[in-house]
């Protein structure tokens, strides 16, 4: 059995402190609001290193002790791993020794950058990246805690062969190019920030957002049939987003998101873009969805709505789903009507989402706003 130096320790040795100095951000159309949260306190005391050395050597001696034994005693030494990995996540936000918002704000930047893509879909990869971001939050179940954002089990194929996930490996190979600039940001962390960078410079609100998730094992992948089916109706939406912990008003505000981007024929099977401007974040979905008259599509693929009057925009069965009822159609309306309404809901819905799964003791404090001034 030969001794293993874990990723974690490696990092841990890497691990540079809070920088002092302020860099300058990219100037871009979209501002950030609010106020910066104060940097997390500088380590308090000498005892830091020690705890983190005693952690160290516990992870050390986990991998000692699991790798290269068979079956179920590696998982059980990769769960304790994660759990380890928890734990130091932890005690680095406590502590101080997180990056500060500065170093997240290049990761920011650098996603922006990459946004524009001419000649992808609709030129740009926005959309892509906001479904990443929510496919790898939305598999969370309350009840059991499993699931959500904390793991990024989508890194593997037992999870990224999921159905659901079909073509998100062109958003993870371009995430790859980032994680290879930024090797010390989690992939959760870099998957759900680049959600947020998509939909705020797609001119969206801004999502609330702050680092901590660790990259977890295979054997933290849940089971496939986590995330809807949009060949199905309003209790199927319910049963799913009710086990993340959502409320009906959330549903809605989060469905929102399909103002961006399009259905794929050879990612999901369905074609098309919901509203005329796919790249834009903005209430137009609503209105379309409400104001549109709307018919089955005639075509071999599967069922799906076309617009009556261009046969160029979709809905699918789920968003259809949301006039057909009652308490989903009142956001609807709410939401069609005022897209300032739909901006603070979506903010705080989506800013909910990109959390799921991730045990509070790992942030470091309250959420930021990122985005350039
Ligand atoms: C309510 C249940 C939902 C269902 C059934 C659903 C289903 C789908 C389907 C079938 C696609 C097309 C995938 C493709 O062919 O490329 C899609 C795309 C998309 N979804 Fe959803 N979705 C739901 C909720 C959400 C939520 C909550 C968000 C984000 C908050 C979201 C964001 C997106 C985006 C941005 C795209 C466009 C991706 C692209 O253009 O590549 N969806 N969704």
């Given at each position: 059995m030969s001794f293993r130096v874990t990723p974690m320790l490696r990092a841990a040795a890497r691990r540079p402190v809070?920088?002092?100095?302020?860099t300058p951000v990219l100037k871009r159309r979209f501002a950030s609001g609010g106020?910066?949260?104060?940097?997390?306190?500088?380590?308090?005391?000498?005892?830091?290193?020690?705890?983190?050395?005693?952690?160290?050597?516990?992870?050390?001696?986990t991998a000692y002790y699991f790798y290269g034994t068979p079956g179920s005693a590696k998982d059980t030494g990769k769960e304790l791993d994660s759990k380890i990995r928890g734990a130091v996540a932890t005690v680095e936000g406590k502590v101080g020794l997180r990056r500060g918002k500065d170093e997240y704000q290049k990761v920011y930047d650098k996603i922006a950058e990459t946004l524009d893509a001419e000649g992808y879909d609709?030129?740009?990869?926005?959309?892509?990246?906001?479904?990443?971001?929510?496919?790898?939050?939305?598999?969370?179940?309350?009840?059991?805690?499993?699931?959500?954002?904390?793991?990024?089990?989508?890194?593997?194929?037992?999870?990224?062969?999921?159905?659901?996930?079909?073509?998100?490996?062109?958003?993870?190979?371009?995430?790859?190019?980032?994680?290879?600039?930024?090797?010390?940001?989690?992939?959760?962390d870099l998957w759900t920030l680049?959600?947020?960078?998509?939909?705020?410079?797609?001119?969206?609100?801004?999502?609330?957002?702050?680092?901590?998730?660790?990259?977890?094992?295979?054997?933290?992948?849940t089971p496939d049939g986590r995330l809807p089916d949009a060949s199905q109706a309003q209790d199927h939406l319910r049963f799913i987003f009710y086990r993340m912990g959502f409320n009906d008003q959330e549903i809605v505000a989060l469905s929102g998101a399909h103002a961006m981007g399009r259905c794929h024929t050879d990612r999901s099977g369905f074609d098309g873009p919901w509203t005329f401007s796919p790249v834009t974040f903005s209430n137009q979905y609503f209105d379309l969805l409400l104001n549109e008259p709307w018919q089955w599509k005639k075509w071999k693929g599967p069922a799906q709505y076309e617009d009556k009057k261009t046969h160029t925009l979709m809905m699918l069965p789920t968003d259809m789903a949301l006039i057909k009822d009652k308490s989903f159609k009142k956001y609807v309306e709410k939401y069609a009507k005022s897209e300032e309404a739909f901006f603070e809901d979506f903010s705080k819905a989506f800013g909910t989402l990109l959390e799921l799964g991730v045990p509070t003791s790992q942030f470091a404090g309250e959420p930021w706003n990122m985005g350039s001034n």
């Open positions: 809070q920088p002092v100095l302020r106020p910066d949260v104060p940097p997390p306190p500088p380590p308090r005391s000498s005892n830091v290193p020690i705890f983190l050395g005693v952690l160290g050597v516990a992870a050390a001696g609709d030129g740009s990869l926005a959309p892509v990246f906001i479904r990443l971001a929510w496919h790898a939050s939305g598999t969370y179940n309350k009840e059991d805690g499993t699931g959500g954002s904390n793991y990024a089990t989508m890194r593997f194929p037992a999870e990224a062969s999921h159905g659901a996930n079909n073509g998100l490996n062109i958003a993870r190979d371009h995430m790859e190019k980032i994680k290879k600039e930024f090797p010390w940001i989690s992939y959760g680049g959600g947020v960078c998509a939909v705020q410079e797609a001119g969206g609100p801004t999502i609330p957002w702050r680092p901590g998730r660790i990259d977890g094992f295979e054997t933290n992948v």
